[in-house]
């Protein structure tokens, strides 16, 4: 489930003279924490939760083995108590001041017997819905969040380690060496392995949006007459 930060030692510390150790550990996280939240790749779906009728918001736990906190949300579906899996629907993701532009002011007040839409709270943690269900959904309601590391995790998720290694440690060279009051500031290697971890940011990018599937070739193939 996760990896320990130290894993990184090896790919990192030999790169930059003189290192000190809790420097080596804020930088690795440093860079793992960028590396999540310019990607928004690290996603998890939550436990299911009970929506609770005529209440317009629901708590939302990372659960702690993760070490994780919620950058966003990835997506929001839900069904009525006791409908197949199959009869889950996406709810429609909003902000209070996109509703307040278009919207009358009362729709943070307004009922319907199941939401239509949602949007995040400021403190991350709580999900509000819109508009208020009425009817009680027990376990109907799934929610996928972004995360990124806690900012005093040791452990960082799997699939940095199995997929990002090398972003993470490139991330945090450029770190470490761009750090010119530090005995191992050098700026342009700092340069270098920033604009690789960049170069890096962009693939993560592409793999959300596309998988980790081959790009499609440019190249259209002769139609055979």
């Known amino acids: 489930m996760t990896e320990a930060i130290s894993s990184w030692e090896s790919k990192v510390t030999p790169y930059v003279p003189n290192l000190a150790y809790p420097a080596f550990i804020t930088a690795v996280r440093d860079a793992a924490t960028q590396f999540c939240e310019k990607t928004e790749i690290w996603r998890e779906t939550l436990d299911r939760i009970d929506v609770v009728a005529d209440e317009g ?117 450029g770190i470490l060496l761009g750090q010119n009051a530090q005995p191992w500031f050098n700026p342009q290697l700092s340069g270098a392995w920033t604009g690789a971890f960049m170069a890096k940011i962009g693939e993560g990018k592409r793999v959300r949006y596309h998988g980790y599937n081959a790009r499609p070739s440019q190249v259209r193939m002769r139609e055979w007459v």
């Open 57 to 173: 918001s629901v708590d939302l736990a990372v659960p702690g083995a993760l070490a994780g906190e919620i950058v966003g949300i990835g997506n929001v579906k839900y069904k009525e108590s006791g409908a197949d899996d199959d009869q889950f629907r996406t709810l429609n993701p909003g902000s209070k001041i996109q509703e307040n532009l278009s919207s009358y002011g009362s729709w943070e007040f307004q009922t319907s017997t199941q939401p239509n839409g949602y949007y995040l709270g400021e403190d991350k943690t709580t999900l509000y819905f819109y508009k208020i269900p009425t009817v009680e959904s027990l376990l109907g309601l799934l929610v996928e969040v972004i995360l990124k590391p806690t900012k005093d995790c040791t452990t960082l998720p799997d699939l940095l380690w199995d997929n990002w290694d090398q972003a993470i440690a490139d991330g945090a060279k």
